[in-house]
């Protein structure tokens, strides 16, 4: 802790914490405190590499929500009918005991699979939201989360071409040449990879983004490729014709390298430029300079974001980008290949810090994998048996699963007993039977890893937990207890859960130890020598069985996807827009809903001019969205940010919030993606008209 004294009246203190929101950039922060211990300003940590001493807007403002009054600060109990959202304040005893009584009644009578929990990256804490829970639900054999919603499509195509689900370093973006932000909204959900390519962009860099929508970092961009929705995959095609036809490829590298490239030329000898414009709807002689230049400007970088994979076709998108630095060698060069995630060279001992074994005392067996993207399946559908406790945490599925009819058809489901983990009364914990206040990253010890770097980081609290908020990991060490689960485990100090998952044995883990986080906060992982670039497939060295990329042409395949212009035509002719809601930019997923500027900013729908007119709405025009699962209410905005036939809206809104209590996941469907099991949020189709005021 540094002391700061000086032209300070107050003596202040600044401690160091890590942001813990769901964002690529994994900050670390620095906060004033005074002697009472209140902070007073957040600002990003100017010694480390990534963050640079700037924040977000959103989390600049983060004390806001630390000190709103609309912070949960007590255990409440339901009084009003599930969804109304009237509760009442009980004890933390009252409410524990309560839960280990249900949970324990519910195990008894229907087995204990039919406890769910449901939690996703509200905290990216290991600690906090993947550590004692999971031992804790291990341990009770309930139904096992299979946590899809957000990369699970990407990740398996990421894994599918290059075997290991990591890239190139963002500090090497500065080398880059030739830069594309690929379903990739840099300057909202990525803000720190942004100086790097202004970096590049000085030294002559060119900047282009591939992308359904002109977001801000498109207008800023050299120039812009609108794509129809879902169709990355045909592009990545197109591209790889002219590469090979043009024999633009790294010849030498392809051969030492790669395996099955003679059948890939073959495969994709039939997506013409012409074809894959068609389906795309880039232009032709766009796709024919997009593959020229990426090939032969170099180094050449590609930032994929998770934007293009909430797509029937996700999967396969990412599994065809990812070929292409691997066709042009790009993967040699500080400055080129390929970043979707560097998530996978964190590699803990999960193991000792979730304990899996433990499944093994309540079933003999693993428990069932329950895919979360299709909650409201989940919920109204499983059987053998049905799920009857549901036990959220870190995040708010009332407001960010798709087909939220489905979803509240569940949560409102009588018997169903539901537990809520919450700072605040999102619209998930309104249907709850028993609410819980936590705390927020600024007031618990973890450790975070990232997926846009190579920093693995530790905070410990830096401001006092307010009321009687307690964390995950007390909450769940609490319930232990009175399930009367006597494992050594539940004991366990944070420390000791982090010496335990630190224990990995793995080359890139080498030396990092408690002692050393404590000390030094952020550490980058043993990725390469000090002072060189990270070039992992520069020799190959996939994570494939072979260490080769392997094309495995007769796997691949294009087809348009179901809810798209060149898809299912009967769906079409009702539903003729295809809806984008991606993400907000002052806000996290559903996490600042609450308040009233987020609400305002994804409150719009943005349509194109013609669009617009040929349905007789104008700026401003309260409109009615709604297709075969649901309807909204959003007001209108005309622009030509998007391309015909496509809407788009920031998302997520609080659902109770808008004034028929209902956001876009209303219409999202729980169809999931070609690979990984992930929803496919951004193939909506819709229609729009104007409504009432
Ligand atoms: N400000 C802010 N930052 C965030 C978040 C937030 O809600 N707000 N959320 C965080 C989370 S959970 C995540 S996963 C990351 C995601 O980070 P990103 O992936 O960058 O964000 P998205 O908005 O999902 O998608 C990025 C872009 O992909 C575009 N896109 C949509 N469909 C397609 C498609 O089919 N093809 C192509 N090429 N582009 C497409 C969208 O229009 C969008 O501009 O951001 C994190 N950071
Ligand atoms: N239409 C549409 N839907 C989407 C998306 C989209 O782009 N469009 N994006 C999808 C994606 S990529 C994602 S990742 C999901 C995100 O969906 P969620 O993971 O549900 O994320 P948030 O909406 O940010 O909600 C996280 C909640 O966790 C709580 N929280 C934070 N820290 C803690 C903690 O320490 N303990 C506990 N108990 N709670 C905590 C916060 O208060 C917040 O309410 O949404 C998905 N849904
Ligand atoms: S949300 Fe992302 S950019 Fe903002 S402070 Fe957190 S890690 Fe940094
Ligand atoms: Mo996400």
Known sequence: MQRNGGYHRKEMMVRQSVCALDCPDCCSLLINVDEAGRGS??????????T??????????????????????????????????????????EALDEIAERLKRIAAEHGPEAILPYSYAGSMGKLIANGMDRRFFHRLGASRLDRTICSSAGGAGLLAALGVKYGTEPEQFRHSKLILGWGANILATNVHLWPFIVEARRNGARFYTIDPIKQKVGELADRHFFIYPGTDAALALGMMHVIIREKLYDAEYVARYTDGFEELVRKVEE???????????????????????????RPAAI???????????????????????????????????????????????????????LQQIALGR???????????????????????????????????????NSVRRGLRRDELFTVVIEQMQTDTADFADIVLPSTT????????????????????PALPAPGECRSNVEIFRELAKRMGFAEPCFEESEDDMIRGMLDSRHPFFEGITLERLERERSIRLNISSEGEPFLPFA???????SGKCEFRAETIQYEPPVESRHGDGRLRARFPLELVSAKNHNSM???????DDVDEETAWLTLHPEDATARGIAEGDRVRIFNQRGSCFLTARVRESVPRGVVSTPSTRWPKKSPDRQNVNVLTSQRLTDMGGGPTFYNCLVEVERAGD
């Not at 040699?332 to 899996?356: K, Y």
């Not at 020799?539 to 069985?545: E, I, P, S």
């Not at 997923?589 to 308040?595: A, K, L, V």
């Open 366 to 404: 693993e428990a069932r994998l329950l895919n979360m993207a299709p909650l409201g399946q989940l919920l109204n559908e499983t059987r053998d048996p049905a799920v009857h406790a549901l036990f959220v945490y870190c995040s708010n599925p009332a407001a960010i699963a798709p087909d939220q």
């Open 539 to 545: 020799n190959g060295n996939f994570g494939t069985a």
């Open 41 to 50: 300003r957040l600002r990003g940590n100017p010694e480390h590499p990534i």
């Open 52 to 93: 640079r001493g700037f924040l977000c807007g959103k989390v600049a403002k983060y004390l806001e929500r630390e000190y709103s009054t609309e912070r949960l600060l007590y255990p409440l109990r339901r009084t009003g009918a599930k969804g109304d959202g009237r509760f009442a304040r009980i004890s933390w005893d």
């Open 271 to 297: 997506f013409t430029p012409a074809q894959a414009s068609t389906l795309t709807g880039v232009a032709a002689e766009d796709i024919v300079m997009l593959a020229r230049e990426y090939a032969t400007v």
């Open 441 to 460: 990253f600024l007031e618990h010890t973890d450790v975070y890893l990232a997926y846009g770097h190579y920093y693995l980081q530790m905070a410990r």
């Open 303 to 357: 930032r994929l974001n998770y934007g293009m994979q909430r797509s029937e076709r996700g999967g396969m998108g990412v599994r065809l980008i990812s070929y292409l630095p691997v066709l042009t060698g790009s993967w040699r060069e500080a400055g080129g290949g390929l970043q979707l995630s560097t998530s996978g060279a964190f590699v803990f001992n999960d193991a000792n810090l979730q304990r899996p074994d």
């Open 589 to 595: 997923n559903s996490t600042f809903g609450n308040r």
